[in-house]
């Protein structure tokens, strides 16, 4: 069994980020396995380096710890994606062989319409109604001339099934999430490919995430197919919302670690209280986290969302 916890270094990592890597560390530690820190860092307009220090400083804190990282290393290296493009480029290469890609010359402001029209939306925005798939090579060729495309991977038109470890089964109608992009006209790689490619390279067997990222699961599971990777075990935890109702994010910093902390809150009270809201335990007890490695089962995990409330925020920190 191999886990890991792959954080994005940019904000610092709320309590909702907290509960993921904990539930993700608890599970590779209770099956006695391996746990995998990646650093996740392909947006690099939005990663910061000392966020990302700032991040491994909030999981020790938090009594974690990681056989492979980009701090200690690891067989499977490196482990943080800016790092990694290579593998990135060969993979869209192979993909490309398979003609799975096809180049996409919309603009922001056509994408934009898109966003307003009535298709569902994803954790991307909304489904992109494959204006460039069926573009002749011959305009293809011309629009080359005044632009850079982004690199869009055709999807398939099967349904997408597979069953979660905590949400149950789930099945996404064939193309649900559309042709989804995996290369940016300005050179990044998308985390859909990164999240891919890393997961298979890292020999990751679960992956366990936030909600938040459920509907990706269909899209990187075509990537595994068309790649020829297998696919890891996938559970998909709570979110957390806070007390005004909006979902805890990093940009919005109110619940961070590092704010927690310096209110006063032990990591035993942080990951005590971690542990009821997750449904592991009964009562928001001070525990270490190696306490709970024991008693730990991916069954007992909600998967109802969470509203945090003022009460339960004071609780913390009492
Ligand atoms: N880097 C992603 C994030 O911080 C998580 C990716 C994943 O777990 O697949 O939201």
């Known amino acids: 069994m191999r886990g890991r916890f ?19 560390w608890l599970q590779a530690r209770s099956a006695g396995g391996t746990f995998i820190l990646r650093m996740e860092d392909v947006d690099t307009t939005r990663s910061r380096p000392e966020l990302a220090e700032l ?9 974690l710890d990681w056989d492979e990282g980009p701090d200690v290393g690891g067989r499977r ?16 290469a192979k993909l490309e062989r398979a003609g799975s890609l096809y180049a996409c010359f919309c603009s922001k402001a056509e994408l934009a319409a898109v966003a307003s029209a009535p298709h ?40 997408v099934s597979f ?26 790689i998308s985390y859909q490919l990164a999240v891919v490619v890393d997961d298979a390279a890292m020999g990751v067997t679960d992956v366990l995430r936030g909600a938040d990222l459920i509907d990706s699961t269909p899209r990187q599971l075509q990537l595994y197919e068309a790649l020829g990777l297998r696919a890891p075990r996938f559970a998909h935890v709570p979110l ?15 619940l961070s670690l590092a ?56 609780r913390l920190l009492s």
Not at 83 to 91: G, I, N
Not at 163 to 188: S, Y
């Open 55 to 63: 991040a491994l400083a909030d999981l020790r804190w938090l009594g």
């Open 240 to 254: 957390m919302f806070g007390p005004d109702g909006s979902r805890l994010a990093k940009r919005n910093g109110g």
């Open 163 to 188: 069953e979660d470890g905590v949400a149950g089964p789930q099945c996404f109608p064939p193309g649900a999430g559309g042709d989804f992009i995996v290369k940016r006209a300005d050179g990044m």
């Open 6 to 24: 792959a954080p994005t270094p940019s904000g610092p990592m709320h309590i909702g980020n907290a509960s993921t890597a904990l539930l993700a």
């Open 259 to 314: 704010a927690l902390r310096t209110a006063g809150a032990s990591p035993e009270q942080v990951v005590g209280w971690l542990a009821a809201v997750s449904g592991l335990t009964d009562k928001p007890e001070p525990v270490r986290a190696a306490e709970l490695i024991g008693q730990f089962r991916l069954g007992r995990v909600t998967s109802k969302d969470l509203r945090i409330t003022d009460e339960m925020l004071q």
């Open 120 to 159: 569902g939306l994803g954790s991307e925005g909304a489904v992109y109604p494959g204006t460039c798939r069926a573009l002749t090579s011959e305009r293809r060729s011309e629009l080359s001339l005044r632009k850079r495309p982004s690199l869009r991977y055709a999807a398939g038109s099967q349904p």
């Open 77 to 92: 290296g490196p482990y943080t994606q800016s790092e990694r493009m290579a593998l990135y480029e060969e993979a869209l």
